[in-house]
């Protein structure tokens, strides 16, 4: 059995592919995935103006443990996000133990949710509510969080 990566080591960064319509809906996620001391690669922070996008989509997700795909009614192709899984799968199969995939099914929210034919062999999150779907998308990762940070104490002078 393969032991899960300890927090100190990286990579902790998590990929977050999603369709640019559907922000609002992952950005709460990036916020949690920062508390819990992850570092989430969402593509408005992560890269910069004058990025070519393939580059840094390719290596935002070689310096991942895992791409997280959230699947909506708005996640279709429109040009990276068949380059976005085949990537993912390339480091799937580098890192079979140390870099997840996890679809993220939001087929709840009542809209048929179309998953691309390379991502149907992954079991996928689905739940109704986003906090039983983060604490599924936790647990799916090949990295736990870390130690909790106590917050400094105010010092008296």
């Known amino acids: 059995m393969n032991e899960l990566l300890s927090f100190e080591r990286r990579p902790s960064r998590i990929f977050l592919s999603h369709s640019t319509a559907d922000k609002p809906l992952v950005r709460p996620f990036e916020s949690a995935l920062r508390e819990f001391r992850y570092e989430p690669w969402l593509d408005e922070s992560a890269m910069t103006a004058g990025v070519r996008l393939h580059s840094g989509l390719k290596t935002g997700l070689q310096n991942s443990c ?52 390379r991502l ?38």
């Open 66 to 117: 895992a791409a997280v795909f959230f699947l909506t009614a708005n996640f279709k192709d429109e040009r990276y996000l068949a380059e976005e899984v085949a990537i993912a799968l390339e480091e799937k199969r580098r890192r079979p133990d140390q870099f997840a995939i996890i679809p993220i099914d939001f087929s709840t929210l009542g809209a048929t949710v179309p998953v691309p034919d």
């Open 120 to 157: 149907k062999e992954f079991v996928r999150v689905t739940s109704s509510t986003d906090m039983a779907v983060l604490v599924q998308l936790i647990r799916a990762l090949p990295i736990r969080p870390g130690r909790p940070l106590w917050p400094s104490t105010p010092t008296t002078e």
